[in-house]
């Protein structure tokens, strides 16, 4: 049955709300920006809800005249544009349900919220507002006298207890007193979720990272448009934006704003190897700037005087992250500690305490400790102290101003995404602030008042497309806003496709649909009758091996095992452990003791480890940082030996394949900002183009057994800047 609502009205729905009336979408009192589409979408969803509004209909509300050929593609477009500004998600809807082949339907609670006229835009009560005058927000909650607290709830003291009565009353008044100096003292210093706002400060889905100003005023971000990056300033209040740094074929990996706000401090990538970063400073509002250090791999955090910064290092080859300090200029580079047995490939960044005395070092562990873990470093002795621990990643911590605890982002395996927490100093007590559908960034930057931070959240959708005979000739098999990785054919004619924590099974065609694993795995592989992943067990990665019908995982190996490929004959499993010393290696796929084929040559192996269809040759890549960095596309025996084959390619090539033929290897290359399939001869000819994609990006690409079916996990990442402001 439909719904009408009074003009008059605004719905409330989580912390969103909408103005049917106006067009227009809250979220906690300030304007969310929307298109008139998605807007649309939303009105009719808001009209009906908890009913299915079908596709047709929204076809006929978006476009009245029926001049919209492609409206299928235009509906998901609207629709995926609706879930971005409601921070929704189709996987995990909190809002917006997909029902497939059928349509929408809305499905959180909706409270109407009567704004009088003389309310302010924003939808916040004037200050000079009594509490419950003529402009108050008046809301309609069922059954709300029933919540409310009362008397008749509690038992009345009778006139015999007066004196245990009045002593009782006595006690709580101290409780309270005591209650009143906690609060002033610590709660009211800690978060306020309350009065804490999230807004988005860009709009083009294309932010790599982002610094706030320590006056509040201005962010800095990086800006990526095709390959090529620049660094531009906006004045939070205006929204004035203009370039400082101009576009180049690089890669930022941190931002920082000097104490006194005149200077940018930027780690950037070399341009042939984005494994391999420099550290430059340039002024704030534009100019030129200066390579301060090589081989830095984190933003920088400067002591509370700001004669001196800290930073990390990686050292593939040894498993090790160094926490260094430096001066300003450069100058004084020198050793703290080293985080032994960590990954190198993450490292969002140590920070300085407010008081000088301890740094925050969040690191990933290899090895045997395989977990994230946050360390208080003594700046005084190196000595360090775990202070919190989890299976999921952690991200930068950035400290509040009395030292009291850190805001800090963590991932949650159980929901795939990176949400924001407070952990207490020195207890290491978690505390949640955020918990919505977004995915923030693990790099965040503060104020150093601690009241405003900016960082960045992502969204990520892909679907799998399918070629015939002829590869040109690429057709999208599934549809809706899912996150897959990669899709593998199998001997019944069905599909495998890997998404973030589960393995689906569907039809050729990419249709009927159904669960085949629930597994938190990064790669899968058809081996003879086996279906082989690699996965985390129990905080551990492993290549496991499960049964045609998803059942029964054994482990084959473990360690850090990479990318991995089965042999031809589905008899052993070919795979890179990046622990030192870095290898390739072979395992039964019966199980068994894994062999060594080779060492990974340079400084970091980068990939799969690909035999190829004759189980003849080995494909793999490395990098090299020094002399000069590099990266590297190397074949050599499956069986060991030298090289065969080594080739330099370009700095973004990944999930390197060999042709159907064995002549060439097939990787995927992302130019100006588009995901296409190359090929490079054996013969040293130069690489060509296979697919000719305008937009969009390649996840994963797979051959069918036959090699006569190319198989691909297609689709885009968009991510922009927010604002977290009055957290405390």
């Known amino acids: 049955m439909e719904t009408s609502h009074n ?25 969310v920006r929307v298109e008139n589409q998605p807007f649309q979408i939303l009105a009719a969803l808001l009209e009906r809800p908890g009913e299915v509004i079908d596709r047709e209909e929204l076809r ?18 609207a629709v995926s544009k609706l879930r971005a500004s409601l921070r929704d998600s189709a996987e995990a809807p909190v809002f917006v349900e997909t029902v497939p082949r059928r349509g929408y339907r809305f499905i959180a609670p909706i409270l109407d919220v009567t704004v009088s006229k003389d309310l302010p835009a924003n939808g916040r009560q004037p200050p000079s507002s009594p509490a419950h005058g003529s402009d108050a927000i008046s809301l309609s909650e069922p059954n709300a006298a029933s919540n409310s607290p009362g008397l008749s709830h509690r038992a009345l003291p009778k006139r015999r207890n007066v004196a245990v009565t009045l002593i009782a009353l006595f006690v709580l008044v101290l409780a309270a007193g005591w209650a009143m100096h906690f609060w002033r003292t610590h709660v009211s210093r800690s978060l306020n979720r309350e009065t804490m706002e999230i807004r988005k400060l860009t709009d083009t889905g294309n932010v790599d990272a982002v ?17 090529n990056v620049s660094l531009r300033i906006r004045q939070i209040d205006s929204g004035g934006d203009v370039e400082v740094l101009p576009a180049a074929d690089v890669l930022f990996y941190g931002l920082t704003f000097s104490p006194d706000g005149n200077y940018l401090y930027f780690v950037r990538s070399d341009k042939n190897d984005i494994g391999y970063r420099y550290l430059y400073v340039m002024p704030a509002l534009g100019g030129p700037s200066r390579k301060l250090i090589a081989d830095i791999d984190s933003p920088v955090s400067f002591s509370p005087d700001g004669r ?6 990686g050292i593939p080859t040894k498993d090790q992250i160094q926490v260094r300090i430096a001066n300003p200029d450069g100058t004084g580079d020198h050793l703290l500690t080293t985080m032994e047995e960590s990954d190198v490939d993450f490292q969002p960044g140590a920070t300085w305490s407010p008081d000088g005395r301890t740094v925050a070092v969040p690191v990933f562990h290899t090895g045997k400790r395989f977990k994230a873990s946050l360390y208080g470093v003594s700046i005084t002795d190196g000595l360090r102290r775990e202070l919190y621990s989890t299976n999921g990643n952690i991200g930068r911590p950035l400290w509040y101003p009395d030292g009291s605890a850190m805001l800090v982002p963590i991932y949650e395996p159980s929901v795939g995404r990176r949400q924001l927490w407070n952990i207490s100093f020195p207890t290491g007590k978690r505390e949640r602030v955020t918990n919505d559908v977004s995915d923030y960034y693990m790099t965040l930057d503060m104020t150093p008042d601690g009241k405003n931070a900016v960082t960045a959240e992502s969204r990520w959708v892909s679907n799998i497309w399918a070629s015939s005979a002829d590869i040109s000739r690429l057709v999208q098999i599934t ?22 924590g589960e393995i689906w099974i569907m039809d050729a065609n990419g249709t009927g649909r159904a669960s085949f694993a629930k597994l938190d795995a990064a790669r899968i592989r058809k081996c003879g009758t086996f279906v082989v992943a690699r996965v985390w067990q129990e905080g551990t990665p492993h290549i496991v091996r499960l049964k045609g019908d998803g059942t029964n995982a054994v482990s084959l190996a473990e360690g850090n095992p990479v990318g991995f490929s089965c042999s031809p004959d589905g008899k052993f499993i070919f795979y890179a452990d990046e622990s030192p010393p ?12 894994s062999v060594e084929i080779a060492r990974i040559p ?9 035999i190829s269809n004759d189980g003849k040759f080995l494909a793999f890549e490395w990098d090299q940082y020094k002399p000069a960095p590099a990266m590297h596309l190397d074949v050599i025996s499956s069986t060991g030996g030298p090289l065969v084959r080594s080739f330099i390619v370009p700095p973004k090539v990944y999930d390197v394949r060999w042709s159907p033929d064995d002549t060439d290897l097939q990787y995927v290359l992302t130019r100006d900002g588009v995901g296409n399939l190359w090929e490079q001869s054996l013969s040293g000819a130069p690489p060509k183009q296979l697919t000719k994609f305008k937009s969009g990006l390649i996840f994963g690409f797979n051959w069918s057994k036959n090699h006569k079916r190319l198989l691909l996990a297609r689709g885009s990442v968009t991510s922009d800047a927010v604002l ?3 957290l405390r």
């Open 582 to 593: 870095q290898r390739i290696l072979k395992v039964p796929i019966e199980g068994g003791t």
């Open 7 to 31: 003009n008059g009205c605004r719905l409330r729905f989580g912390q969103f709300e909408a103005d049917l009336s106006e067009g227009k979408l809250f979220s906690r009192g300030l304007p």
């Open 724 to 726: 977290l402001s009055h």
């Open 60 to 77: 006929t509300r978006l476009w009245p005249n029926g001049t919209y050929v492609d409206f299928d593609e235009g509906v998901n477009t």
């Open 211 to 227: 610094a706030i100003s320590p006056d509040g005023r201005f962010v800095i971000y990086a800006r990526r448009i095709g390959e």
């Open 602 to 610: 340079g400084d970091n192996p980068v990939g799969n480890v690909e």
């Open 308 to 313: 001196q910064f800290l930073f990390m290092r």
């Open 479 to 500: 549809s809706g806003e899912s996150q897959m990785v990669e899709a593998i054919d199998t001997d019944s004619g069905k599909l495998l496709v890997l998404a973030p």
